[in-house]
């Protein structure tokens, strides 16, 4: 029988993670390839050029624009502070001077005898890339950034909000089922990547968010709480950017869904190890998913090398794999398959596709269409 790929979430305890760590327009590399780096170490910088002030000189001195030059108390090139004089006139016998200050500090760029104005551009606005994990340098990209890679646990969720950010993980629910709320989320959790269970309250998030949590896994969330939190319905966008303390990685879908188990037990067994955490998402072309990253600095390379080959060994989608249903009526629920009828069945819509048999954790059985099914990548 010959198997096919269904794309899924990754959630695998040893994994080979790489991250292209790249600026968005040349700048400086400053590392080089075999350097151990942190989330927070700086890989490449590179300065985004400042914001052009026009300042027409001449007009407001009330002067030709080829006599601009005589006015100017500094030249092309020359560095200003804000509020400093750039040009001024003599005025009668030395009195009521018109003075034209700078908008911003930065440069003097270009005086033009032409259109009379003074161009000054802002200081240069830095732009720095982090590694994001803790890790290796494995390539170089010359003036552009470089690839970190780790060997570790690798988690991705359905949808996440928020930026990258890191911290020690710390589960505050006893069980996949158990729903976080304010009650569990303290001061002392600062900075830390804190585990919930089958959901997660709008009080819990305010409150996260007010002691500055670094980032949340749970399994649910109610779409409703979500757009409160963020101020806007999200829809299809890329998330990732919002402006936010805490960065949410919702692992199952909207609602109160339990965490899956094997997720849960991963979280709560690297509980108190160092993990980096995004929710950028993008469920259009060019796949993101919100990722969970876990370093693990004792799993030797030939270990690795071992586990990579028993992976490439499995099938995608074959008997005993396991699902995650991505459409209603079992959203959210995750099983083994236990059959793949090769020929097309007619289902309710009266249409006909490939289906497959699917067992759940209550024993309980259904028919769903393949293509509503993704693999969890064991």
Not at 21 to 45: F, H, M, N, Q, S
Not at 199 to 215: D, H, K, Q
Not at 347 to 361: H, K, N, Y
């Amino acid at each position: 029988m010959g198997h096919i790929y269904t794309p899924g979430l990754k959630v695998t305890e040893f994994y080979r993670i790489r991250k292209r760590r790249i600026l968005p327009l040349k700048g400086e590399t400053l590392v080089r390839v075999g350097d151990r780096v942190t989330p927070d170490d700086v890989v490449a910088k590179a300065d985004l050029p400042g914001r052009a002030e026009p300042v027409n000189v001449a007009n407001l001195l009330g002067i030709p624009a080829t006599e601009l030059a005589l006015f100017m108390k500094y030249k092309e090139g020359d560095a200003i502070e804000k509020g400093e004089v750039i040009a001024e006139n003599k005025g009668f016998f030395g009195l009521f001077k018109t003075q034209i200050r700078s908008p911003v500090k930065g440069t003097i760029e270009n005086i033009s005898t032409v259109t009379g104005q003074v161009l000054v551009r802002s200081e240069p606005i830095p732009v720095e890339v982090k590694a994001y994990i803790r890790g290796k340098v494995v390539e170089v990209v010359p003036e552009e950034g470089a690839v970190v890679e780790a060997v570790g646990s690798f988690i991705q969720g359905i949808f996440g909000i928020g930026g990258e950010r890191h911290g020690k993980i710390t589960v505050v629910v006893s069980s996949p089922e158990e729903v976080l709320d304010e009650t569990k989320i303290r001061p002392e959790h600062q900075g830390r990547v804190l585990v919930g269970g089958s959901m997660i309250t709008a009080s819990a998030i305010r409150r996260a968010e007010e002691y500055r949590v670094s980032g949340i896994v749970v399994g649910g969330i109610d779409d409703r709480d979500l757009r409160d939190f963020i101020g806007y319905d999200i829809g299809v966008a890329i998330t990732g950017n919002e402006d936010i303390n805490t960065t949410l990685v919702i692992s199952e879908g909207f609602g109160e869904m339990p965490m899956a188990e094997r997720t849960f037990a991963l979280l709560k067994k690297y509980e108190g190890k160092d993990a980096s955490i995004s929710g950028a998402t993008q469920i259009r072309a060019g796949v993101i998913r919100p990722e969970v990253v876990i370093p693990l600095e004792d799993v030797t390379e030939q270990r690795m090398k071992e586990i990579e080959k028993r992976s490439e060994e499995l099938p995608v989608l074959s008997i005993g794999s396991l699902m995650r249903v991505i459409r209603i009526p079992y959203f959210g629920k995750i099983g083994k398959v236990v059959a793949l009828p090769p020929e097309l069945q007619k289902l309710e819509s009266e249409t006909s596709a490939r289906v497959l048999e699917i067992e759940f954790p209550d024993g309980t059985r259904a028919i769903v269409p393949r293509a509503n099914v993704e693999v969890i990548e064991e």
